[in-house]
């Protein structure tokens, strides 16, 4: 199993663009989760989805769309870019609820940096 | 607003040395999480627990629900050790099911 891939692994955007932030895992998990990371500052929930087609807003949804589309994969959309949004995004997923101490397991990020 | 809370925020320490990491949190969880963030970026999760204590390795996490308290620990640390610690919890109550994380310990072990 590849686990949880994202892509691209870095990528400079100049502001206004859009840009979609894919991710995808293979573990037939149910839930999946969008998180930006800051220096200095602890990861930050965007959205998460339950299932294809659910999905809902986390923390900080505002300047980011998702869609849950199949089980595997994620999306995250930019749709205009600001350089608010310069950091480092993590999918993640799990087969359940968190709160039904399920484990977590992380994408290996992608590196955004809009000028 | 619902926090969690690290202490220390950097911690520098020589190979052998018994390594200490805290995590407080405000308000009453489902469980713990304690990550590991390698210098690549890349995340792990080491231990999720809701009561008492659990043991990997080297590795020991201890969670007090009274306190809301849980510390990491890392017995005969290593060079290899090196890396970020993340504590993040996920809350009781209702709302978005994502985890809630801490700003992270960053973690030095000099040979």
């Known amino acids: 199993n590849a686990g949880v891939t994202q892509t691209p692994k870095f990528r400079i955007l100049k502001i206004g663009q859009s840009m979609t932030l894919q991710c995808t895992q293979d573990?037939?998990?149910?839930?999946m989760y969008w998180y930006r990371q800051d220096p200095g500052m602890g990861l930050k929930l965007i959205y998460y989805?339950?299932?294809?087609?659910?999905?809902d807003k986390g923390e900080v949804p505002n300047g980011y769309n998702v869609s849950r589309s199949t089980t595997e994969d994620f999306p995250l959309r930019l749709e205009l870019a600001a350089p608010s949004q310069t950091s480092v995004y993590f999918c993640?997923?799990?087969?359940?609820?968190?709160?039904?101490?399920?484990?977590?397991?992380f994408g290996p990020g992608t590196r955004l940096l809009v000028l | 607003k619902n926090e969690v809370e690290q202490s220390p925020q950097n911690l520098t320490a020589q190979e052998g040395e018994f390594i200490t990491i805290n995590c407080s949190y405000s308000v009453g969880i489902s469980a713990l999480h304690w990550l590991q963030q390698h210098p690549g970026g890349g995340i792990v999760s080491l231990f999720m627990l809701s009561s008492g204590k659990k043991k990997h390795g080297r590795l020991i996490a201890t969670i007090n629900i009274q306190e809301k308290h849980s510390s990491l620990h890392i017995t005969a640390s290593h060079p290899r050790d090196s890396a970020v610690y993340i504590c993040a919890v996920t809350y009781s109550g209702g709302g978005a099911d994502g985890l809630t994380f801490g700003k992270g310990t960053h973690l030095i072990i000099q040979p």
């Open positions: 993640a997923s799990s087969y359940e609820f968190l709160r039904n101490w399920e484990t977590q397991y």
């Open positions: 573990m037939n998990h149910n839930y």
């Open positions: 989805s339950v299932g294809a087609g659910i999905t």
